[in-house]
Structure formats: C-alpha cells, structure tokens
C-alpha cells in the first residue's frame, strides 16, 4: 500500500497493522521464560484488532509445519528485537519518573499500553498522540478489559501530519514541566522534512530538562523501499499475507543525533545491537537481523 500526504488508517490496515504487529511481539516476548518485559494488554489488544495471523501467533497456534522454512526462527528475531527496544524505552520512561518528571508524551501511541502498565508515581500524566481511529479503539478495547490507567491518561486524537502541538496544548498539556517523550517506531513513517517538523515541534514544547527517546536508521546502500521490501518479505516468510511494504518515505534524512544536538539537546546514542546484551539477550548476526543490526537508540536531555 503506497503512502499519501492525507492517508489514514486502523490498526487493521496501512501503518496501524505495523502496531498490531509489535503488540504481538510483545505479546509473545511476556510470556516467554525469563522475559525481559511484561504486557497483558498485548496479546487482548491484538485479538480484538482480529487480524488472523497475528491473533495466531499470540494464541501460540503457529508450529514450524505451518510456518515456511525459517519462519519460526525469523518470528523469534522479530520478538527478541521487539522486546529489547519495547524495555529501552520503558526503562527510560521509568527513569525519567524516577528523576521527577510527571509529564509524558507518546508519540504514535498504537496499542502502547505503558499508561496502564507501567508503575507511574503519583501525579503522572500521560498524554497519547495518534489518529482518532486507533486512539477510539485501544480506549474502548481497553474499557472492556476492565483495565484502569496507573496515571493520568489523556488522549489526543489528530494524526501527527496536522496541527498536534495545538492540540496537546488544548488537553491541557504544560509547555513550563519539563516532559519525557517518546518516538518510537515513528521515524520511518515520516517523510524526511517531517521528522525535522517533529523534533521543532517537540522542542519548542520542551520546558529545560525534558527528555526524549528515539531510534533512527542511519544511511546505509539501500533506501527505506528496499529495506521496506525486505522487512516485508521477511513477514511473508512467516506465513504473514499482509502487504507491509510501500510504507516509508525515501529521501535524505537528518542524521538525528546531529540534528538534536545542533537544537539545544544533550544526546546520547547506541546500536540496538549493544542492548540485547544488556537485556540479556543474544544477538546473532544474520541475514533476518540485516535491517536491526545498524538501528541507533538515542536519548536526549534538552539543556
């Protein structure tokens, strides 16, 4: 499905499925053993989104005689590095409230359930940014869970393409608290100048000592289609018939730890490689792992 400058979506289709597809990551990666984060919200959320092979793969009904040769090591690839990042930026999460910051911003907030699952202090709040569609569904689904927020959540409905520091403001956002943001997952859905719009955008909100949390693709011999052609081939090798490719914007990006650092930020960057050992787990370094091995995880402190 090729993009649009107005397309819009549900976590059934277009970039909302690429949501449901990390949520059953998670899913599966909280009921591992020894697992290194912990989401009940995943695996309801991706039933009641009711894709097929995504409500398999969380029910567990995938075996290696249903799955193409290689399928299921390629499934454990995409849950381990899923895993790893979805603990990066929990952790920094925490520990931003951990230093005294009670304001959070999720950026294309999806099925992210941190505003329920995540041990927030007392006066938190949590603001979640995405289109009207999927912030509508993860509240009701959420609501039929039974399943209560452990902060303040807010919700803004808008797609990060209009006016979303408007909004955020509107629902009461505080631009004199410092705010710990995250973009996960994002950056790639976004054409070049918009991913410079959206770190101005997080910028001028920014109080002194806001912290954000990104990660980025650097450069590399192919452009965001080819590896978008990979990354869904490598969903076809597991038996997944849902067309994931034609979602990134080509073109020359801002490398993003200069383009934070030349905008009053402190950053700080590592390969995601180097986190699965923190996080105990093993990376090998493979032809499924070609797109993973060179993503940079960055976190910045606005001086």
Request: aromatic share 8%; with cysteine; glycine share 6%.
């Amino acid at each position: 499905m090729t993009r649009t400058d107005q397309d819009s979506w549900d976590l059934a289709s277009s970039v909302g499925a690429t949501a449901t597809m990390v949520a059953a990551a998670r899913a599966v990666a909280s009921n591992e053993d020894n697992p290194i984060i912990n989401d009940p919200f995943a695996g309801p959320l991706v039933r009641a989104v009711g894709l097929d092979f995504f409500t398999r793969v969380v029910d567990g009904e995938l075996t290696a005689a249903e799955t193409p040769e290689g399928g299921l090591g390629d499934l454990q690839v995409e849950t381990d590095s899923i895993a790893v990042r979805t603990r990066f930026f929990d952790d920094f999460f925490l520990n931003a409230a951990r230093d005294g910051i009670r304001q959070a911003v999720i950026l294309a907030a999806g099925l992210d359930a941190r505003a329920y699952r995540l041990s927030w202090p007392k006066g938190s709040v949590v603001y979640e940014v995405d289109q009207p569609q999927v912030i509508e569904f993860k509240t009701t689904a959420m609501s039929s869970l039974g399943a209560a927020p452990s902060a303040e959540r807010r919700t803004v409905s808008i797609d990060l393409r209009d006016d979303w520091p408007a909004a955020l403001r509107s629902s009461g956002f505080d631009v004199t608290q410092p705010t710990s943001w995250s973009a996960e997952g994002l950056l790639m859905y976004l054409p070049p100048e918009a991913q410079d719009r959206l770190f101005d955008n997080i910028t001028s909100l920014s109080a002194p000592s806001s912290v954000l949390a990104t990660e980025f693709h650097p450069p590399s011999e192919t452009t965001m289609s080819e590896r978008a052609q990979e990354f869904n081939q490598r969903w076809l090798n597991l038996g997944c018939d849902i067309d994931l490719s034609g979602l990134f914007f080509d073109g020359e990006r801002s490398d993003v730890v200069e383009y934070l650092s030349g905008h009053g930020w402190q950053v700080s960057s590592r390969p995601r490689r180097e986190l699965f050992a923190d996080y105990g787990r093993d990376f090998h370094d493979s032809e499924a792992l070609s797109q993973l091995r060179n993503i940079v995880s960055v976190t910045a402190t606005l001086r």
